[in-house]
């Protein structure tokens, strides 16, 4: 059996960390922080990668990311960009309104279809999830004919910033099951509560121990024809919105919802951080160094 595909969502603009942490290096031989995340997925037995970038981007990334994984991972490429299959009418309306940023990550997602043919997991390039968590994930992903989704959640605290606010998909559970995800997009911490500010000004308080979406999902490849409609119909609503983003988790909310996907909880002991903003960058190189004087990442993940 084919082992499962790791998808990794690297074509966001980061606006709140300044610049490209895609590919701002943390490791002492100079890996970025997705570096550990294909590292982990390899020895959890994924087959390949497929890295979802901007083409402007592409130089850059392949300088600093696939100049030194050639020859120890395979991989591919797709790319994401602001007119990505978005029909003419809806770009043209986004364009009368200034849009500026792709569609978020679901249409990030879609822009690799054509490089996805087999069960998959996708993540964000700017966490760190554990190994642990792709260990659990692999394995879900190896057994045979898939046709569930699943999902590895962190609890809420232990993913905040100390910098600023940060968008989490706050999850429901039912034992091992994920009943819903309300992507909030303003949580932080202020006098050792936790809330998020609507766009409205109210608060919501939340549970330190509330589990959230990092965007650790995974799921069979039959998915793609409902991620599309989901993807259409997001754009027929918002598709004028200049800001609005359809994230993924809205739409494993929709799978759920309308019955077309269950999602399973996985759970795994791991370590979460990863680099909102600029100064997060310090405190995640401390925690590669940490891990790497455990003896649990090599002094130079690809022998270079």
């Given at each position: 059996?084919?082992?499962?595909?790791?998808?990794?969502?690297?074509?966001?603009?980061g606006?709140?960390?300044?610049?490209?942490?895609q590919?701002?290096?943390?490791?002492?031989?100079?890996?970025?922080?997705?570096?550990?995340?294909?590292?982990?997925?390899?020895?959890?037995?994924?087959?390949?990668?497929?890295f979802?970038?901007?083409?402007?981007?592409?130089?850059?990334?392949?300088?600093?990311?696939?100049?030194r994984?050639?020859?120890?991972?395979?991989?591919?490429l797709?790319?994401?960009?602001?007119?990505?299959?978005?029909?003419?009418?809806?770009?043209?309306?986004?364009?009368?309104?200034?849009?500026?940023?792709?569609?978020?990550?679901?249409?990030?997602?879609?822009?690799?279809?054509?490089?996805?043919?087999?069960?998959?997991?996708?993540?964000?390039?700017?966490?760190?999830?554990?190994?642990?968590?792709?260990?659990?994930?692999?394995?879900?992903?190896r057994?045979?004919?898939?046709?569930?989704?699943?999902?590895?959640?962190?609890?809420?605290?232990?993913?905040?910033?100390?910098?600023?606010?940060?968008?989490?998909?706050?999850?429901?559970?039912q034992?091992d099951?994920?009943?819903?995800?309300?992507?909030?997009?303003?949580?932080?911490?202020?006098?050792?509560?936790i809330?998020?500010?609507?766009?409205d000004?109210?608060?919501?308080?939340?549970?330190?121990?509330?589990?959230?979406?990092?965007?650790?999902?995974g799921?069979?490849?039959?998915?793609?024809?409902?991620?599309?409609?989901?993807?259409?119909?997001?754009?027929?609503?918002?598709?004028?919105?200049?800001?609005?983003?359809?994230?993924?988790?809205?739409?494993?909310?929709?799978?759920?919802?309308?019955r077309?996907?269950?999602?399973?909880?996985?759970?795994?002991?791991?370590?979460?951080?990863?680099?909102?903003?600029?100064?997060?960058?310090?405190?995640?190189?401390?925690?590669?160094?940490?891990?790497?004087?455990?003896g649990?990442?090599?002094?130079?993940?690809?022998?270079?």
């Amino acid at each position: 059996m084919k082992g499962p595909i790791l998808v990794v969502l690297a074509a966001g603009l980061g606006s709140r960390y300044g610049g490209l942490k895609q590919i701002d290096r943390v490791g002492k031989s100079g890996e970025v922080l997705l570096d550990f995340s294909v590292f982990d997925a390899k020895r959890a037995g994924f087959e390949r990668v497929v890295f979802i970038i901007r083409k402007d981007m592409e130089a850059d990334f392949n300088e600093v990311v696939l100049s030194r994984l050639r020859g120890a991972f395979p991989w591919d490429l797709a790319f994401q960009e602001l007119d990505s299959l978005i029909p003419p009418e809806v770009l043209a309306e986004s364009r009368r309104v200034n849009r500026t940023k792709p569609w978020g990550t679901t249409q990030a997602l879609l822009c690799a279809r054509d490089k996805i043919d087999g069960p998959f997991t996708v993540i964000n390039a700017d966490d760190f999830y554990g190994r642990e968590a792709f260990e659990v994930m692999g394995a879900a992903l190896r057994s045979p004919d898939i046709s569930e989704g699943f999902i590895v959640p962190y609890n809420l605290e232990k993913t905040l910033s100390p910098q600023g606010t940060v968008t989490r998909g706050v999850c429901e559970l039912q034992g091992d099951s994920l009943v819903s995800v309300d992507e909030l997009t303003a949580i932080g911490k202020q006098g050792g509560v936790i809330f998020n500010t609507a766009a409205d000004g109210s608060r919501r308080e939340l549970s330190p121990d509330t589990p959230v979406s990092m965007n650790f999902w995974g799921f069979p490849v039959s998915i793609f024809p409902h991620l599309r409609r989901y993807f259409d119909e997001f754009l027929g609503a918002g598709g004028n919105i200049p800001k609005a983003e359809c994230y993924l988790p809205m739409a494993a909310d929709w799978f759920i919802k309308n019955r077309f996907l269950t999602i399973r909880v996985l759970r795994a002991d791991s370590p979460w951080f990863g680099v909102t903003y600029r100064e997060d960058r310090e405190e995640a190189a401390a925690r590669i160094e940490e891990l790497t004087a455990q003896g649990i990442y090599p002094a130079s993940l690809w022998g270079s």
